[in-house]
């Protein structure tokens, strides 16, 4: 919820309350000093860039750089931009009805320029929220100059006002998002032609819309992304409009696993599906999503996206929902048998190398073992797990599947000692049935991975289902 907005409503009344006019820039560099100095958050919910890309972006904003954020797809990049309206004032005050904004100090459109004479300290004015004073813009090759900068309203014309008339201009989007931030996602997609028309923007801070010469001195922070261009064969950012940018920072994806699963658990929507994933399969999902990027049949021009991993504990969640809605289970939880129907579901968002081609669903279902194994090695590696292979050493089968619930899965492993000590080692502090089958299914996973156990699976079956015997 906002807090009220100022009292003032005049010009005469806002110059009584000793407002001060600041450029969008001064504004951020004043509040960001301020933060740093007050050990505030400066972006809130952007992970893992602390140590590295943040240091940088504070420069270039203190410096009053408009900037280029370079990086592979799903780095947050678009994320990190809009967290920038929270260094602008939470309220700025602006000329009532104005299309880009004017500050009621210093108008510099024509309307407000002969409004501000007439009206002179009875000048009409309202307040903008910070959320408010951002625009963005996705590059697509239909992008036009008069979507960005303006163009001749025809309406306008209709209405009886010459085509010499300044006022018959129809304002872009960056006009429109004058006194704020405004961000050009997927730069190099956007026609050379179309951004010849931002050197002037950038460098001379005005528009020019077809043969008006209009002087507007534009007051934003413009903001960049793109991806390497080594990648990236759609397009390229202009050399005059490369130059005219005071900073390009690179992004990366998270360079440790803790920071990896931060993000997972932040940006996943796993509390709006109402289910249960143990931290344990988060990590498996998250090892799976590392060793996908590193692996030599992707491309790894193209990148993993972080939504590579959000989408993959979605899927964990879901199939756990599932479950639940067909076995009756009360607390959904996953469980490793979950973890199968990731693959195929996220396959479309890797591009695999051309020799790959073919074996696409191989080179994940591989990855997937080598992440579990992995998670398995550091929670499990060094536990006793005695008390579940004596049941195998005396000749039990355990089958489990997706649509096995909990409690009968419970029932055909029976009672193992040591129990609580597997769930401790896993952080499942509870005393659930689906908590505790999330454990032992694990443990048998892991157990057969390090080929203490067997497991057959039943082929072209999607229920994951899975048999383990020694």
Same mark, same amino acid.
């Given at each position: ?172 989007? %960056? ?39 209009? +002087? ?60 249960? %994933? ?22 790894? +021009?193209?990148?993993?996206?972080? +939504? ?41 968002? %890797? ?7 073919? *074996? ?108 383990? *015997?020694?």
């Amino acid at each position: 919820m906002r807090p009220t907005t100022p009292r003032e409503t005049t010009l005469g009344e806002l110059r009584t309350s000793g407002h001060i006019q600041r450029s969008v820039k001064a504004e951020i560099r004043h509040n960001l000093l301020t933060r740093l100095r007050s050990g505030e958050p400066r972006f809130p919910g952007i992970v893992g860039f602390d140590d590295t890309v943040l240091p940088h972006l504070e420069r270039a904003l203190l410096a009053g750089h408009d900037l280029v954020l370079l990086g592979e797809r799903g780095q947050g990049k678009t994320r990190l931009i809009r967290t920038l309206t929270g260094l602008l004032d939470e309220w700025t005050p602006v000329i009532a009805g104005c299309e880009i904004n004017d500050h009621p100090y210093e108008p510099v459109c024509v309307r407000c320029r002969r409004l501000a004479a007439e009206a002179g300290d009875e000048l009409p004015v309202t307040w903008k929220h910070r959320d408010d004073r951002y625009g963005e813009k996705l590059a697509t090759p239909d992008t036009s100059v008069g979507d960005l900068i303006g163009d001749v309203d025809p309406i306008k014309v209709a209405e009886g006002r010459t085509l010499g008339d300044p006022e018959t201009v129809h304002f872009g989007l %960056v006009p429109r998002t004058n006194r704020g931030v405004f961000s050009i996602n997927e730069l190099p997609d956007l026609a050379e032609r179309i951004q010849v028309a931002l050197l002037n923007v950038l460098e001379e801070r005005d528009v020019q819309v077809r043969g008006y010469a209009l +002087r507007l001195p534009l007051d934003v922070l413009l903001v960049a992304s793109a991806n390497p261009e080594d990648y990236t064969n759609r397009g390229r950012i202009i050399t005059p409009l490369k130059d005219r940018f005071g900073a390009e920072i690179r992004t990366h994806y998270p360079l440790e696993l803790d920071a990896e699963l931060d993000l997972i658990r932040q940006e996943a929507a796993i509390d709006e599906l109402q289910a249960e %994933v143990p931290a344990h399969l988060l990590e498996v999902i998250g090892r799976f999503t590392r060793l996908t990027r590193e692996s030599t049949a992707v491309d790894s +021009r193209s990148g993993v996206s972080a +939504r590579f991993a959000l989408a993959g504990a979605e899927t964990v969640a879901a199939g756990a929902l599932r479950r639940a809605a067909l076995t009756g289970e009360e607390q959904p939880v996953a469980r490793v048998c979950d973890l199968p129907a990731v693959v195929p579901s996220l396959m479309g968002k %890797v591009e695999f190398e051309v020799s790959e081609e073919g *074996r696409e669903q191989e080179v994940l279902e591989h990855l997937l073992r080598r992440a579990t194994a992995e998670t398995y090695r550091r929670t499990l590696g060094a536990a006793d797990l005695s008390g579940l292979l004596d049941k195998f050493d005396a000749g039990e089968i355990v089958e489990s599947g997706e649509l096995v619930s909990s409690a009968e899965l419970l029932r055909r492993i029976g009672p193992v000692p040591g129990l609580a000590k597997i769930m401790e080692r896993l952080d499942l502090s509870g005393e659930s049935p689906g908590q505790a089958a999330a454990a032992l299914e694990f443990a048998l996973e892991g157990l057969f991975l390090t080929r203490r156990l067997s497991k057959d699976t039943s082929s072209g079956r999607a229920d994951g289902t899975a048999t383990y *015997r020694t």
